[in-house]
């Protein structure tokens, strides 16, 4: 598999093959001859603002910038409005290699006696204290923030701050301690001037003229006194927290070209990802991950090789009546094991919808590896994904049904639609609620109510009717065989130690399932609520592929153990015990938002808990689904080659 990627990804590079929308574009100066298809013109788009001491993103308008609103916004995938993604024109346009001093952008006026002036100056200020970010583009590149961090080493951040705040005791938050002029207390200080650096790189041999490799950003705060000709050369802007009268912000921008013919073209993003130092950090992941892979494979071949060889043996030497009536352990159960579990309806739906966000996820993650899901495709992760679950309600409908007439179950009906709309149900109800309180607040991540209109029509026009069409097969085609009989009289369980009854069981078993992620689980978190640029999939993907191992080895031995304990309730029970790893989940989630996150705000707090709840839902189908058959497997295997007449 490993070599059949490579060679995927070396023949696109040689047949100079690019993604749809990210192929990459020549820049040439106006004055000069003109290649063919090259721009002059640099165009700069600004995104959403966000920030990690609020869940709530806002429109580049909502803080009353400089905006552009004569040209057409770019449209937007379905990816990037799940993710409040608002990219917008800018009035910053520039010529290429032609630099620029002091060049004055607009001047934003505010009147503290006027409401709407204050209101909007009011905002402003709310979004330094919490610290928001810009997010610029230029040729679908994030304009960086570079500074040192510790051990001598250059963070690049993908936006940089509105401005911040100076307390009452002195005491300078955020960007303010990188300037030792930020000194007035209880005080805002603007960033309203930026200088920016666009790196670029001539592809002299292919006549093809110049391509961006690098564009990044210093924030500056200047006074400005002269707002028709600015000279960036005044104190730091600052605005008093209780100033009232006239107030101005003139905004200006320098600009400077420098070729680089180190970077090509095609890996210009790696300054911003190697300015990330996750790589170690993930190796350590997958070492861990690795070890316990090793010991639950180690403990489930001894159980496969050992017991059950010795076992098997035994019972299929047995030839007398006397010998049968000292059977003992899991051939006890074998008139049992395969009798309907209660609430088998419910199970077959968890187990329908589990399959189709396993298959999902399978799918999403290995187009991510070919890159083809990259950071510079803005939200194609996202709508791979919902598109992707919304095709697959034929497996998910056959799955459910196909179990649920196994099962002896004749509400077939029901089972199709609990396996339509329960799942996704809870989902849409909870996002609709979150979509609710970000339409309150005015937050650009609130779903437009056309957007919701599609989402809804995808899902009714085409999941569903797929649901059905997959229930239609599932049920028309013959029960699953069993390899032995069920008896009539149910077999009374004995009494259970406390290691064998079911509660303990599905706690231990999802310990060791979660110890395999949480490393992985930790940059995931950081990538949503602090806005991290998430970009290892090929780590991704294998600790998907360590997760549903895990989940599956320690599910089996946990069932071996409930079946030799003459315990054959195990349907129920394989689906909890890896489930019940979605609980640590959501109790790691917990632990995260109190340890790691800064976010203050009711509004905020229950964005965080409900969209948590969300993946904490998702991510317990999922993992249920691998422990089911997983032990489905293991127990039809071990009864189909012992003799039971």
Same mark, same amino acid.
């Given at each position: ?74 449209? $937007?995938? #379905? @990816?990037?409005? !799940?993710?409040?993604?608002? &990219? /917008? *024109?800018?009035? +910053? ?112 041999? $292919?006549? #093809? @003229?110049?391509? !961006?490799?690098?564009?990044? &950003? /210093? *924030?500056?705060? +200047? ?15 600052l605005l008093k927290n209780k100033y009232t009268g006239e107030f101005k912000i003139p905004y200006t921008y320098s600009l400077n070209f420098v070729e680089d013919k180190n970077i090509r ?176 607040e005015g937050s650009s991540a609130a779903m437009p109510f056309g957007t919701l209109v599609a989402i809804l029509a995808l899902w009714f026009c085409i999941s569903v009717p797929l649901t ?178």
């Amino acid at each position: 598999m490993l070599r059949w990627l490579l060679g995927a990804a070396l023949l696109a590079r040689a047949a100079g093959f690019y993604l749809p929308g990210l192929a990459p574009v020549s820049f040439c100066e106006a004055d000069k001859d003109q290649v063919p298809d090259c721009k002059s013109v640099i165009e700069l788009f600004v995104n959403r603002l966000d920030s990690v001491e609020s869940v709530l993103p806002y429109e580049y308008t909502a803080f009353d910038f400089c905006s552009e609103k004569t040209m057409k916004r770019p449209s $937007e995938n #379905l @990816g990037q409005v !799940l993710f409040g993604e608002r &990219i /917008e *024109p800018s009035p +910053y346009k520039f010529d290429f290699k032609k630099s620029a001093v002091c060049q004055k952008v607009c001047t934003r006026k505010y009147d503290t006696k006027n409401s709407s002036d204050k209101a909007k100056l009011d905002f402003l200020k709310k979004g330094m204290l919490l610290n928001y970010q810009h997010h610029w583009i230029v040729d679908n590149m994030p304009v960086t923030w570079c500074y040192d961090v510790e051990d001598g080493q250059k963070f690049c951040n993908p936006g940089f701050p509105i401005g911040c705040y100076v307390t009452e005791a002195g005491r300078p938050k955020d960007a303010c301690v990188v300037n030792s002029n930020f000194n007035e207390k209880d005080a805002f200080y603007i960033f309203n001037h930026v200088d920016i650096t666009i790196h670029y790189h001539i592809v002299e041999h $292919e006549q #093809l @003229g110049a391509r !961006l490799v690098a564009a990044k &950003i /210093e *924030p500056k705060s +200047y006074e400005n006194p002269n707002d028709d000709n600015p000279d960036c050369n005044g104190g730091p802007k600052l605005l008093k927290n209780k100033y009232t009268g006239e107030f101005k912000i003139p905004y200006t921008y320098s600009l400077n070209f420098v070729e680089d013919k180190n970077i090509r073209w095609a890996s210009r993003w790696d300054y911003i990802l190697e300015s990330m130092p996750h790589t170690n950090i993930q190796w350590f992941s997958i070492m861990n991950s690795l070890v316990i892979v090793l010991f639950l494979s180690g403990m489930v071949a001894m159980i496969m090789l050992r017991t059950l060889h010795k076992d098997i043996a035994r019972y299929n030497q047995m030839d007398s009546v006397e010998d049968a009536q000292e059977e003992f352990g899991w051939k006890l159960v074998h008139g049992d094991v395969f009798r309907p579990p209660r609430k088998g309806m419910l199970l077959s739906v968890f187990l329908g919808s589990g399959t189709q966000i396993f298959i999902m996820t399978f799918v999403t993650l290995f187009f991510a590896c070919l890159g083809f899901l990259s950071p510079a495709n803005r939200g194609a992760l996202m709508t791979c994904a919902v598109v992707l679950w919304v095709l697959l309600g034929t497996p998910a409908g056959y799955v459910a049904a196909r179990l649920y007439k196994s099962f002896g179950g004749e509400k077939w009906k029901t089972n199709v639609l609990l396996t339509a709309f329960l799942c996704p149900g809870v989902v849409f109800a909870d996002f609709f609620v979150m979509n609710l309180i970000l339409w309150g607040e005015g937050s650009s991540a609130a779903m437009p109510f056309g957007t919701l209109v599609a989402i809804l029509a995808l899902w009714f026009c085409i999941s569903v009717p797929l649901t059905f069409l997959g229930a239609y097969f599932g049920f028309k085609k013959a029960g699953i065989e069993h390899p032995v009989r069920t008896n009539q009289i149910p077999r009374q369980i004995p009494q259970q130690s406390f290691y064998t009854k079911p509660f303990p069981g599905i706690v231990m078993g999802g310990i060791l399932p979660f110890g395999c992620i949480f490393i992985q689980l930790f940059f995931i978190l950081n990538s949503i609520w602090s806005h991290q640029m998430y970009y290892m999939f090929g780590f991704l993907f294998l600790v998907f592929i360590i997760l549903v191992i895990t989940c599956s080895e320690a599910t089996i031995l946990l069932c071996y153990f409930h079946l030799c304990a003459e315990d054959y309730h195990w349907q129920w029970r394989s689906f909890l015990t890896s489930g019940f790893t979605a609980v640590y989940f959501l109790v790691y989630a917990i632990h995260y938002f109190f340890s790691k996150l800064q976010i203050t705000g009711l509004a905020s707090t229950i964005l965080y808990f409900g969209y948590t709840m969300i993946m904490a839902l998702i991510f317990f189908l999922f993992t249920g689904t691998i422990g089911f058959f997983a032990c489905f497997w293991f127990v039809t295997k071990i009864y189909s080659v012992v003799k039971v007449d």
